[in-house]
């Protein structure tokens, strides 16, 4: 059997095994999917994945085979409606967990995180997403932002975290990412500067995870405690988080230079406000030349016996391929054919095309170099 008709079968098979017990991914568990419909749970999941960029119409005539008996698009919203978002979730999770990732050096999986914004059909009552008019937008516009993970290797979707563009928070969502994660191998989360926080570094040390991401020159400076970058770095810096002001308090006088104050206001999960609770974080500087005289900053736990600053560069350009991935499921997927106003159906419609877009012919990368 090729390999897309082992994902074909095990994808309509874990679907099949899903419809078992409907009521886990019902929004009315004691009610929804109970009573027989054209579109039931299965019906309506794989219909989902399968929809293309047509009229909600057309897409339910080509689905029945243009019988005469095909579902109408108020039965399939109506049902669409009793499904949560949580089952493309447990689908997504399912088959990458069937399908071994590849790895790096047979140890590591390199992991892109990035996030993506899509224009929604202009929906003005909807307050979370709207951005009203402005001198771009005559009529204003609705918007909403994907933040997903990304196998560069297997170049797989392997997480989602759909929120309206006003209440993005990368932060979050890559700590989200970093709890959930189970797949095989060791992570490497590749990320560009908008993810780097002490919180997400925490995060992914609590679980013996590396990271990789870029960095803003004041960022890099405030770790190293200089006023000037030098065009090379390589170094190694051991910082200690507090959420105390008061020098009183430290429970390493002697070590001033390494503390770093947290303020109350920003969200670092292992020491609550007003705590006097110490968080220690050994993080390695990394800055090359990337074109004459255009320098990058890179902060990580990988260790240098294993990863050259040449090497560190080489993987954080992989980053790319998670951008390349964005422009095919908004151009040649068609992500952006949304079948809804509402943001709850657009999520469905979003944890569909990036399960669509998993699975590749397995052939080796050709930037596999190690």
Request: net charge positive.
């Amino acid at each position: 059997m090729s390999y897309a008709k082992q994902v074909k079968e095990f994808l309509w098979n874990t679907i099949s095994d899903m419809a078992e017990n409907p009521w886990l991914f019902a929004r009315n568990p004691n009610a929804d999917f109970t009573r027989k419909r054209k579109l039931d749970f299965e019906n309506l999941m794989r219909f989902l994945i399968s929809m293309q960029s047509g009229t909600t119409g057309h897409e339910l005539l080509k689905y029945f085979d243009y019988n005469t008996d095909t579902a109408s698009v108020s039965a399939f919203y109506q049902q669409r409606r009793k499904l949560l978002t949580e089952a493309f979730q447990f689908l997504m999770f399912s088959l990458n967990s069937q399908f071994n990732l590849k790895l790096y050096k047979d140890r590591y999986n390199l992991i892109a995180c990035d996030g993506c914004e899509f224009v929604m059909p202009r929906n003005p009552n909807d307050l979370e997403s709207f951005f009203p008019p402005t001198g771009k937008s005559s009529r204003g516009y609705n918007m909403l932002h994907a933040t997903a993970l990304f196998d560069i290797l297997s170049k797989r979707y392997l997480d989602c975290i759909v929120k309206p563009a006003w209440d993005k928070n990368e932060f979050s969502a890559i700590c989200d990412f970093i709890k959930r994660y189970s797949y095989n191998g060791f992570p490497i989360f590749i990320a560009d500067r908008g993810f780097a926080s002490y919180n997400f570094f925490a995060h992914a040390f609590d679980k013996g995870f590396h990271f990789l991401v870029r960095a803003k020159d004041l960022n890099t400076k405030r770790l190293l405690k200089i006023q000037k970058l030098p065009n090379k770095v390589d170094s190694w810096v051991n910082i200690i988080l507090t959420r105390s002001l008061s020098k009183k308090s430290r429970k390493h006088p002697d070590l001033a230079d390494q503390y770093r104050y947290v303020a109350s206001n920003v969200t670092f999960d292992f020491i609550q406000p007003g705590s006097l609770v110490e968080h220690h974080l050994t993080l390695r500087i990394v800055r090359f030349e990337i074109a004459d005289d255009v320098y990058e900053n890179i902060i990580t736990n990988l260790s240098d016996d294993d990863f050259t600053i040449d090497e560190i560069k080489f993987l954080y350009n992989l980053r790319w391929k998670i951008e390349l991935s964005f422009r095919d499921i908004k151009h040649i997927i068609g992500i952006t054919n949304f079948h809804s106003k509402k943001l709850m159906y657009i999520e469905q419609e979003i944890w569909a095309r990036l399960i669509l877009l998993t699975w590749p012919n397995p052939r080796p990368a050709p930037y596999i170099i190690c």
